[in-house]
């Protein structure tokens, strides 16, 4: 529509042409403040990216997570949180936290994880033998 046909002239005219556009279609923010947030710390962080799934405690303040029965500990601020959901935090780290009311009532660390996974398939494995006859 310019006659524009060179790679010279189009650059020649596009400085005034985004002017025009910018111009045209251009709306006012209806908020001049900023409307990003500061970043969350990485300790926030870790929490907003991790997996999470809910539980419900067990009378006897345990939950079952990942194949494992995990003992909550009692505490002064809650007597009792039997049958209360809880959310359970499995981190980037390898270690579980489990939530109550946006408190950490317990952390297991990776190793501790690791442990009581390794206790639990050493577990599997003897009940498998004791149920395989001996000529096995």
């Known amino acids: 529509m310019k006659g524009i046909t060179t790679k010279e002239q189009a650059n020649k005219f596009l400085p005034g042409f985004l002017k025009q556009i910018n111009t045209s279609f251009t709306v006012p923010a209806q908020e001049a403040e900023s409307v990003f947030r500061v970043s969350p710390r990485a300790r926030e962080l870790d929490r907003i990216l991790c997996l999470k799934e809910t539980r419900v405690v ?3 303040h345990t ?3 990942d194949g494992l029965i995990l003992q909550l500990p009692r505490s002064s601020k809650y007597a ?3 049958k209360q959901r809880v959310e359970v935090l499995q981190l980037k780290d390898g270690s579980v936290e489990i939530v109550y009311k946006k408190q950490v009532i317990e952390r297991f660390t990776e190793k501790a994880v690791e442990r009581m996974m390794k206790g639990k398939a050493r577990q599997r494995s003897e009940a498998n033998a004791a149920v395989l006859p001996a000529d096995h």
Request: net charge negative; charged share 10%; aromatic share 12%.
């Open 80 to 82: 009792s949180i039997a």
């Open 63 to 65: 939950i079952s997570y």
């Open 58 to 60: 067990n009378s006897d």
